[in-house]
């Protein structure tokens, strides 16, 4: 399973940017993703996962009502759209996948991860 992130770079405090990560080597519609960040110092955190549908999602209060995560199982592609960034946003963004049947938020549930992609909110 390779999971490819995509999409970070420096943004000004309000600004936005939208994420991707490509999946391949899974059936990609079986399986919950989730996003997930670690900023400097800090370990790393849940953000928002979706169903292996798309019919459920969920996301961390920090970031509940600014970004939204949504998944297209054609393109075997997850996406993560942030919006009014702030600068407690900057982090490494990573992206996951579950184990089989697994929904939840726990890092433990996540059996491969991508390999990150960095997100800079200046003020």
């Known amino acids: 399973v390779q999971l490819q992130a995509s999409g970070g770079g420096l943004v000004q405090a309000g600004g936005s940017l939208r994420l991707s990560c490509a999946a391949s080597?899974?059936?990609?519609?079986?399986?919950?993703m989730g996003w997930f960040r670690q900023a400097p110092g800090k370990e790393r955190e849940f953000v928002a996962r979706?169903?292996?549908?798309?019919?459920?999602?969920s996301y961390a209060d920090s970031v509940k009502g600014r970004f939204t995560i949504s998944r297209d199982n054609a393109k075997n592609t997850v996406y993560l759209q942030m919006n009014n960034l702030k600068p407690e946003d900057t982090a490494v963004y990573y992206c996951a996948t579950s184990r089989a049947y697994y929904n939840n938020n726990y890092e433990s549930g996540y059996d491969y991860w991508g390999q990150g992609t960095q997100v800079t909110v200046s003020s």
């Open positions: 979706i169903s292996g549908s798309g019919g459920s999602s």
């Open positions: 080597g899974r059936t990609f519609s079986s399986y919950t």
